[in-house]
Structures are given as C-alpha cells and as structure tokens.
C-alpha cells in the first residue's frame, strides 16, 4: 500500500508528519491549541479545543477531507473536569453521523496544553 505525507507550511519541526494518507485513510497526528495562527497563546479549554479541531480541519482539507469523513477521534484532556465543556465546543464540529470517539485523561507534554486531538478518517480516491 502506497502511503504519502501530508503536511502544511505551518506543520511542526519535531519528527512526525501532521497526517499520513494510507489506502482510503487519513491517520491525523494529535493536534493542540495552545496557539492560534498568529502564535498568540490560547487559554481555557473551549477556546483550545476549538483550535484543535481548527487545526484538524486544515490538515484534514491539506488531504483532500473533510470533518465529516473522519470516524475515530481521540481526545486527550489535562482534567477530567474539562470534559463537559470540550463535548459541547466537540458538537459544534462533529455532527450528523457522529465518529467512534475515546477520551482519555492524560498530561500532555508542554505545560499549558489542555488538550489534544487526533483522528482517522475514511477517504476513498484522495
């Protein structure tokens, strides 16, 4: 199976690819929102989270997807008592059919990021 890079100008200099494009599926690496596209820091979980799924819209689109093709999300969350409010800026993103989705409780690796988002989706022909 042919697997391709998908990346952005914008994309991270630490040594991974924003997405990997193999068969019909987009593997999304975890996107944070901790900054904005200016890099001006993000703070409080709405606003990070919505920047994460900001930023994995834009590399889904790098890819030729969409939100809606996406069917595995993985949230990692600083404090579980982030959840409600990160579920209701997440129904802002995810709607009609919604993805399989795990939520897991974890420090993610700077200080500051309250949480992080990767995906998969299903993309046949891109």
């Known amino acids: 199976m042919a697997k391709k890079v998908i990346t ?3 994309a991270s200099k630490l040594p991974y690819s924003p997405a990997i494009l193999a068969g019909d599926y987009i593997f ?5 929102g901790h ?4 890099g001006d820091r993000v703070e409080g979980i ?5 920047q994460c799924f900001e930023n994995t ?3 889904l689109t790098a890819g030729g997807a969409a939100l809606e093709d996406v069917v595995k ?4 969350l600083r404090d579980e008592r982030d959840f409600i409010r990160m579920n ?3 129904r802002g993103y995810f709607t009609g059919m919604l993805p399989a989705r795990s939520t897991v409780i974890a420090s993610p ?9 990767d995906c998969i989706a299903y993309a046949p022909g891109k």
């Open 35 to 38: 900054l904005d596209d200016r």
């Open 109 to 117: 690796p700077m200080p500051g990021i309250l949480i992080e988002v």
């Open 8 to 10: 952005l100008p914008t």
């Open 88 to 90: 209701d800026v997440y």
């Open 73 to 76: 999300v993985t949230v990692f």
């Open 46 to 50: 709405e606003a990070q989270a919505r």
């Open 28 to 32: 999304v690496s975890g996107q944070v």
């Open 57 to 59: 819209k834009k590399v």
